[in-house]
């Protein structure tokens, strides 16, 4: 019944931004923690940021420290992960995920899951 849509992907060049959304739909359930992923071609998928909705609490992979930002909507259950200085390889797939009950923000595993939203940062 819940579903997670990604948006706000696209083409942009290095040092560009973006802004991609998540969108929780579906039956209503209350977000404790909500994360982003992505995956390029060839690699396996890669922790990118994730944020406790009750708090606003952040965590984020050092490669993306000082120029990504996870947010939250809370009253809209919806994520948002606002994308600064991008470069090539920040190219990939990128994934929201959230569970309902508390889990740690360390930890990787998430329950739902989109279907993502492609993020191509040119040279």
């Known amino acids: 019944q819940v579903q997670l849509v990604e948006s706000g992907g696209g083409l942009v060049q290095a040092g560009d931004s973006l802004r991609l959304s998540c969108a929780a739909s579906g039956r209503t359930f209350s977000i404790s923690r909500m994360g982003w992923f992505r995956q390029a071609p060839g690699k396996e998928r890669e922790f990118v940021a994730t944020i406790r909705f009750s708090t606003g609490s952040t965590y984020y992979t050092d490669s993306v420290k000082g120029r990504f930002t996870i947010s939250r909507d809370n009253a809209e259950n919806t994520g948002y992960l606002q994308m600064n200085s991008l470069k090539p390889e920040d190219t990939a797939v990128y994934y929201c995920?959230?569970?309902?009950?508390?889990?740690?923000?360390?930890?990787?595993?998430?329950?739902?899951w989109g279907q993502g939203t492609q993020v191509t940062v040119s040279s």
């Open positions: 995920a959230a569970d309902e009950n508390y889990v740690d923000l360390r930890y990787k595993v998430y329950t739902y």
